[in-house]
């Protein structure tokens, strides 16, 4: 009989829940591709930037001020400007762009786009000033009346937002509109997006005026319909699908985390379900950044802490394209487990 035993323990041992085999991307911290080939060339393309050197920088500083300089030369120079903090500098540079042709309003665009993306309230209202003294456009004048605002001088977008309109009118209903969203909507920091069904009103109260009206509207309502042009430049750019492609690249990942707690300690009671959403910003050049969790409800399990560690680490891998002109972009995704 007692030869018998170390048989059947080997046998019941047989009979136990395995532990799951990670998968190859768990602990790898290179990203895991997303299978989308226009998504994949974005995300390479943010990777090759996060490698240029002062030394090349430097140079991208350089050609970007010439007056004949290359589309791409522009953007990468943008893209990594911004990721290096010089952003006021970057809308100099495609604001003497938009100086060569003060009348041609993409260019101006591309250079408040710049700088409203990135809520530099007080430097567009400077740079619209001197903008205006070469070229009267109401749209500039409509953009300065929102980074007034925001900047914290009502009585200056007022002035503003009249202006706009003896130069080129708006109706009263439509100007009656900006001027209380403007104030309703004036506070200095990100602002969640607002109703739909007024964006698409402004929308078409600007209709038959310039791209900088339709880029005044996006960013009054924090709604960015990549459909609508707002510039030249084509600076990055992530739709809420790339999003999502590239968050459940790692899906493996994430169902391995909870598995394998799960079967650390199958031997408690209580299973390790419920959800936790995670909200993250993407970076200027795609990266992942403060993460933090909203909701933890891990049923009281005491893996709770661990499961939200190892989902954090995951995350933390992710790298997606830069958002369009390098803007920190929201993004957040909810995991869920049952019983």
Request: charged share 25%; proline share 6%; net charge negative.
């Amino acid at each position: 009989m007692r030869t018998l035993l170390p048989l059947i323990a080997l046998v019941l041992a047989g009979c136990l829940p395995k532990a799951p085999v990670p998968p190859p991307q768990y602990e790898d911290p290179s990203r895991a591709p997303s299978g989308v080939a226009g998504l994949e060339a974005g995300i390479g393309y943010a990777i090759e930037l996060q490698t240029v050197t002062d030394e090349e920088y430097a140079e991208l500083t350089r050609a970007a001020g010439q007056r004949r300089v290359k589309e791409d030369t522009l953007q990468r120079y943008i893209l990594v400007a911004v990721d290096r903090g010089d952003i006021n500098e970057a809308a100099r540079v495609l604001l003497s762009r938009a100086y060569l042709s003060p009348r041609d309003e993409g260019p101006t665009s591309d250079a408040f786009g710049l700088v409203l993306g990135h809520l530099q309230w007080e430097t567009c209202a400077d740079l619209a000033r001197e903008f205006l003294l070469k070229a009267a456009v109401p749209g500039v004048f409509l953009v300065r009346a929102l980074c007034q605002e925001r900047a914290g001088n009502p009585e200056g977008a007022t002035e503003n937002l009249l202006a706009a309109h003896k130069l080129m009118p708006i109706e009263l209903d439509a100007l009656e509109r900006f001027a209380d969203t403007i104030r309703e909507r004036g506070a200095a920091g990100q602002i969640d997006p607002g109703p739909r069904d007024l964006y698409d009103q402004m929308m078409v109260d600007v209709s038959k005026r310039g791209m900088l009206d339709r880029l005044f509207v996006q960013h009054l309502m924090g709604i960015f319909d990549t459909a609508v042009p707002v510039g030249t430049l084509r600076v990055g750019g992530i739709s809420d699908s790339d999003v999502q492609a590239v968050i459940l690249s790692r899906a493996k990942s994430y169902r391995y985390c909870q598995e394998s707690l799960a079967h650390a300690n199958r031997k408690l009671d209580k299973p390790l379900a419920g959800e936790g959403r995670a909200q993250f910003t993407i970076g200027p050049l795609g990266q992942v950044q403060e993460i933090k969790w909203t909701t933890e409800s891990w049923s009281e399990h005491p893996a709770g802490a661990q499961l939200t560690q190892c989902l954090t680490t995951e995350l933390q891998r992710l790298q997606f394209p830069a958002p369009r002109f390098g803007r920190p972009r929201l993004a957040a995704y909810t995991f869920r487990y049952g019983s």
